[in-house]
């Protein structure tokens, strides 16, 4: 999943796991690398 409101979002994830008793042993939320940088700006420019 992306998203540009990791906390808030993630917040909102984990207490929705919380609620119904999910485990999300392997979560992971990292920032964005510049290769996603990248590829976002050039999806952005050129949609096909």
Not at 1 to 25: C, I, P
Not at 26 to 35: F, M, V
Request: no cysteine; charged share 25%.
């Amino acid at each position: 999943m992306r998203t540009n409101a990791l906390q808030d979002d993630l917040t909102a994830f984990l207490a929705w796991a919380a609620a119904r008793g999910v485990r999300l042993a392997e979560l992971r939320a990292t920032p964005a690398s510049l290769a996603d940088v990248y590829h976002a700006v050039r999806t952005e420019e050129d949609p096909r």
